[in-house]
């Protein structure tokens, strides 16, 4: 599905919100649109009213005293107060001056005024008229009938302009709020799509990148909905709104300014065009940066232990060079698409304004007048405000478009499903039947495996690195199925299980224990609700934790931070025995738990291991053999294959490679003392 009508989707979710914000946007565009409909009215009736015939009456109400006779403009007289027969006359402007005319007068032609006659020249016949020229306070009073209605229409013009900024403060709140809304939907899908993600796809993808799109791509997109959404609908409805307004004042004129549409639209393709290419780009170099920068952090004891801050500072350089260069394109692009563009345009406009208005428009045939005039010089300078904004977001809507390609290709991966099913506890009879598994196609890693291992049992795992021991309890934990034979619990195919209902009833220890910002308690119960501050405790005191860990100020309560570096590893391993004691699982993993560790913290670790196997079937991966020579069953693995098996007095007994491995570490530590 297409980018956009993904988008689009999305924002379907909060639709209520997105309704009335398009509705108090229309309201508001209403009002703007409107204003200068009343200046024209304003000026042509009222302001330049005065220029008018007037009737002699005997009406008081908006009628003018002049030289004995009381007169009224046409438009205010009193059917009833007004004959057929009344006297006309007519007030004319010449320059800076009005001129009464005892008689009707044509508007129409080129005025002049000396000594007091009035000539007008209209299709080369000349009339001349007896004028004589009004004071200031006599020009005054003719006006005086217009102030009501000027004052009416301009409390209408202020009280549009109030709606229109009550409108729009709503559709901007309402819009944010809908946009806010949608990317914080987005945001939680993509979290919870990560976390159904399999571990197979984590493999080869640096966490910056994943953070990325979880972050920087889905803050571009929130700008699709804030900023684009909102200067494209608000400049759409505008647009209309100024265009209906130009066809009912003069259709020629309106039909001059349409030619800005198509060009409009042919530089929106061609922008497009190179800002996808330039934008991928960009946002693919985000992504580096951040999984450079947080592979940096992570590693920083190392860079700096080695002196390699200048050759990382020399590889994110070239990467942030690459950025910057294709940043830059884009910023050329945009400075040619934004007020150059526009300005460019605005002055095409004017052009044939100009040229329009040149050519006898305001001639003496002209329809077209001064409140006209004003009026398409006011829609047209208004029409370009929304022009510019529309022209300024092609960059925001190009990066929203590339950003949410990014987002909707991770949540296009391939997911598990996340079952909520409950199943009694298990056993822990584990059997494995001939398993073959490889991380890549025709690669095997695990090559025959065959055992069984009964409930209660302990088997340890060895062999040298990269004989398979991890990738047995990968494929035990279902992180990986395998290719060939099955892995059975209780008889049972692990296949039939959902994986999350399986792993319900399994623990694990790794060999660097992760820890998560919070609590050392809500570390152990990691805030399950089935897991209280009894269980936590209790598990802590089982292991033997509180031995370490009662010299911490907050006890149970201390802080833990990422990863908790401010802990020692045997307290942190300590930890993660007690989150496996307080989970009580059937089958429990210890992935090389000794191996960091000091030894007056092994003694400790080996009373909490003695602890949690009671009643469990456990695996223990150790290079270490002098810490699994009570394990029920030991299988030495080579290249992915059993090729001994047995308890530590019997694999002693034959002198195979688990004697010479036993025999190697045996002779390190003697010469090592």
């Known amino acids: 599905m297409m980018v956009g009508k993904r988008l689009f989707r999305y924002a379907l979710f909060f639709k209520g919100l997105i309704i009335a914000a398009l509705a108090m946007l229309t309201v508001s565009v209403g009002a703007d649109v409107l204003g200068p409909f009343v200046v024209k009215k304003l000026i042509d009736e009222h302001i330049l009213g005065v220029e008018d015939h007037w009737l002699e009456t005997d009406q008081t109400e908006s009628s003018v005293l002049f030289e004995g006779k009381s007169y009224v403009r046409g438009i205010y007289a009193d059917g009833g107060k007004v004959s057929e027969n009344s006297e006309k006359a007519t007030i004319l402007q010449v320059g800076r001056s009005f001129y009464f005319i005892d008689q009707e007068v044509p508007f129409e032609g080129d005025r002049s005024v000396k000594t007091g006659k009035l000539t007008i020249s209209n299709q080369g016949k000349t009339t001349t008229y007896d004028a004589k020229k009004l004071s200031i306070s006599e020009a005054i009073s003719f006006y005086q009938p217009e102030i009501p209605s000027m004052i009416k229409l301009m409390v209408f013009y202020f009280c549009l302009f109030v709606v229109a900024a009550i409108f729009h403060y709503g559709q901007y709140f309402y819009l944010q709020k809908a946009a806010n809304r949608i990317i914080q939907k987005m945001r939680t899908d993509i979290f919870s799509h990560v976390q159904r993600l399999p571990i197979r796809y984590f493999d080869n993808l640096p966490a910056g990148k994943v953070v990325a799109r979880i972050t920087n791509d889905t803050e571009a997109i929130r700008e699709l909905y804030v900023a684009v959404l909102s200067n494209f609908f608000t400049g759409i409805i505008y647009i209309t709104g100024i265009y209906v307004a130009m066809f009912i004042l003069d259709v020629k004129l309106a039909m001059i300014c349409l030619i800005l549409l198509p060009i409009l639209y042919g530089w929106m393709l061609f922008y497009r065009k190179f800002a996808s290419k330039y934008n991928h780009v960009v946002r693919s170099k985000i992504s580096e940066l951040n999984a450079m920068i947080n592979e940096s952090i992570q590693g920083m004891t190392i860079i700096q232990a080695f002196r390699r801050e200048k050759q990382m500072s020399k590889e994110f350089e070239e990467l942030n060079e690459t950025y910057f260069r294709y940043r830059n394109k884009l910023l050329i692009l945009d400075a040619l698409s934004s007020h150059n563009f526009v300005g460019v345009l605005r002055n095409l406009v004017f052009v044939g304004f100009i040229w329009y208005f040149g050519s006898d428009a305001l001639g003496a045939h002209s329809v077209v007048t001064i409140g006209v005039l004003y009026a398409y010089v006011d829609y047209i300078n208004r029409l370009f405000h929304p022009i510019t904004n529309i022209v300024t977001q092609f960059s925001n809507l190009e990066q929203a478009l590339v950003a949410g390609e990014r987002v909707f290709r991770l949540l296009d991966e391939q997911g598990e499903e996340v079952s909520v099913e409950k199943m009694n506890r298990y056993k822990g009879n584990v059997t494995f039947d001939h398993v073959y598994f490889g991380y890549k196609e025709n690669e095997y890693v ?180 002098s810490t699994i020579k009570n394990a029920d069953q030991i299988l030495v693995l080579d290249r992915g294959a059993i090729v001994e098996r047995g308890n530590h007095d019997e694999l002693m007994e034959r002198k195979g490679k688990y004697y010479q491995m036993y025999q190697l570490q045996q002779g390190q530590k003697a010469n090592a003392g």
């Open 446 to 625: 695990l090559k025959d495996i065959h055992f069984e291992a009964k409930q209660g049992e302990t088997v340890a795992l060895v062999g040298h690195t990269g004989s398979g021991k991890s990738s047995i309890m990968n494929v035990l934990f279902r992180f990986y199925d395998c290719n060939e034979g099955e892995i059975r619990i209780d008889g049972k195919n692990i296949q039939d299980f959902p994986k999350q209902t399986l792993r319900d009833h399994m623990g694990i220890v790794l060999q660097d224990p992760y820890l998560f910002t919070g609590t050392i308690a809500s570390n152990v119960s990691l805030n399950d609700p089935r897991i209280t501050r009894d269980k936590v405790e209790a598990a802590l005191k089982a292991v033997g934790a509180d031995r370490v860990l009662k010299n911490l100020e907050k006890g149970y309560d201390e802080p833990v931070v990422e990863k908790g570096s401010t802990l020692s590893s045997g307290q942190r391993q300590l930890i993660s025995f007690a989150r496996a004691l307080a989970f009580d699982p059937a089958i429990l993993i210890l992935d090389e738990a000794t191996s960091s560790i000091d030894t007056e913290t092994e003694t400790i670790i080996q009373e909490a291991m003695e602890v949690l196997k009671k009643g469990r079937t456990t695996f223990i991966i150790a290079h270490r053999l």
